[in-house]
């Protein structure tokens, strides 16, 4: 009881300081860890974009439209030739539409789609299906071999080996996603851990029919909002145009996504990047403030352990007192950082361990520096006496 009793003495001594660099520590903390989450999310996206334009991939954008059949195709330096696809829109071309986009999604084609739906069936709460080349651009490997992977999310991940009933057929569950599953689009993206990826019923597969099948309300316009094409030709790329237009009446604008990117640059990841590189040096000058003062801290009260040590006080008790007085420097900080993570809902064992553990590791480093110096400096006054 005396030890604690001197330590809140101790703590008393330097209410001012603790107050101020309380508040002050527990921003600073709780901005590192928004900035690592902020990062990871960069980094993901990140890693996404490099797949993207490692494969050659060109967005599709659908918009309906009519087309003069006399105009003069265009171009543009970022997009793809507009030529004008030949033949007139077709009234029954169901079939037509339905044999290319089977034979395009299928393993020998080039394009890929996905869909993220709500879905209420066997328990999940969220649908995600990627058709064609798109599965091949995920952080998901399907088995080599299979056109149709059934997938869950990590956290259902106990379902792996049962079986589902998807409208009326039955499939076994063959995997769970990666814990760093993201969707990526250039247009979209949502990083891993997002809501919208737990509870989720994963559909990897080359059969547009499949889909059009089980998942009707998925294989129209909903595939073809994100649409793409893979390391295409130009006729390739002509053909897609040309079916759309006489399938649907629709025209297709297609641009690579590395053209599209480096036209949005200015506002895009590396200029988050350059941001997070500047609150990153702060962040770093910041802590090393925090460090220093709880190094400046314990200087102030080295008088008053010198005097208790001289009149008998062991070295382990004076380790003690310097341990807790920095340990309670850093309860303000540690309590108002657990109050902002809680309003984040960043609270959790995982988060709470970690930061309990670093705190313990800092403090008790400072205190290990610090009391070596004591001893040092206590050693060369008897001497000098």
């Known amino acids: 009881m005396t030890l604690i009793r001197q330590v809140f003495s101790d703590l008393f001594k330097e209410i001012g300081w603790i107050i101020l660099y309380g508040f002050l520590a527990a921003m600073t903390i709780m901005t590192f860890i928004l900035i690592g989450l902020s990062y990871k999310h960069v980094s993901g996206q990140n890693s996404a974009i490099n797949r993207f334009v490692k494969n050659n991939v060109y967005m599709v954008q659908i918009k309906s439209c009519e087309l003069?059949?006399?105009?003069?195709?265009?171009?543009?330096?970022?997009?793809?030739?507009?030529?004008?696809?030949?033949?007139?829109?077709q009234q029954n071309g169901a079939d037509a539409f339905i044999e290319y986009f089977e034979n395009e999604f299928s393993s020998e084609g080039v394009l890929g789609s996905y869909?993220?739906?709500?879905?209420?069936?066997?328990?999940?709460?969220?649908?995600?299906?990627?058709?064609?080349?798109?599965?091949?651009?995920?952080?998901?490997?399907?088995?080599?071999?299979?056109s149709t992977v059934i997938a869950v999310s990590t956290d259902r991940k106990d379902m792996v080996g049962e079986t589902i009933q998807l409208s009326t057929?039955?499939?076994?569950?063959?995997?769970?996603?990666?814990?760093?599953?993201?969707?990526?689009?250039?247009?979209?993206?949502?990083?891993?851990?997002?809501?919208?990826?737990?509870?989720?019923?994963?559909?990897?597969?080359?059969?547009?029919?499949?889909?059009?099948?089980?998942?009707?309300q998925a294989s129209g316009d909903a595939l073809l909002e994100r649409l793409i094409a893979v390391n295409p030709t130009e006729q390739e790329l002509i053909e897609l145009r040309g079916i759309l237009y006489r399938t649907t009446g629709m025209y297709a604008g297609i641009q690579s996504v590395s053209s599209y990117l480096a036209s949005v640059e200015a506002?895009?990841?590396?200029?988050?990047?350059?941001?997070?590189?500047?609150?990153?040096?702060?962040?770093?000058?910041?802590?090393?403030?925090?460090?220093?003062?709880?190094?400046?801290?314990?200087?102030?009260?080295?008088?008053?352990?010198?005097?208790?040590?001289?009149?008998?006080a062991s070295g382990k008790y004076v380790f003690m007192r310097m341990h807790l007085f920095t340990v309670g420097y850093n309860i303000i900080p540690f309590v108002g950082i657990l109050t902002i993570m809680s309003k984040n809902m960043l609270l959790s064992f995982g988060n709470i361990s970690i930061l309990t553990l670093a705190l313990l590791a800092i403090t008790l480093t400072i205190t290990t520096i610090k009391y070596r110096q004591f001893r040092i400096n206590f050693s060369q006054g008897l001497r000098r006496e």
Do not use: C
């Open 68 to 89: 003069n059949t006399q105009q003069t195709a265009v171009s543009d330096d970022s997009m793809s030739s507009y030529a004008e696809p030949p033949g007139e829109p």
């Open 115 to 146: 869909v993220s739906i709500p879905y209420s069936g066997n328990g999940f709460s969220n649908l995600i299906i990627y058709v064609g080349k798109y599965a091949d651009l995920t952080r998901f490997s399907r088995p080599a071999g299979k």
């Open 169 to 216: 057929e039955k499939f076994t569950i063959d995997a769970a996603v990666p814990d760093n599953m993201d969707i990526y689009h250039p247009y979209y993206y949502a990083p891993a851990g997002s809501l919208e990826l737990e509870n989720t019923l994963y559909v990897f597969t080359d059969s547009y029919a499949l889909i059009n099948k089980l998942f009707p």
């Open 267 to 312: 506002s895009g990841t590396r200029t988050h990047q350059t941001y997070l590189l500047f609150y990153i040096s702060s962040s770093i000058a910041l802590i090393g403030a925090m460090l220093l003062n709880m190094t400046r801290a314990l200087n102030f009260m080295i008088p008053a352990y010198s005097i208790h040590y001289l009149f008998g």
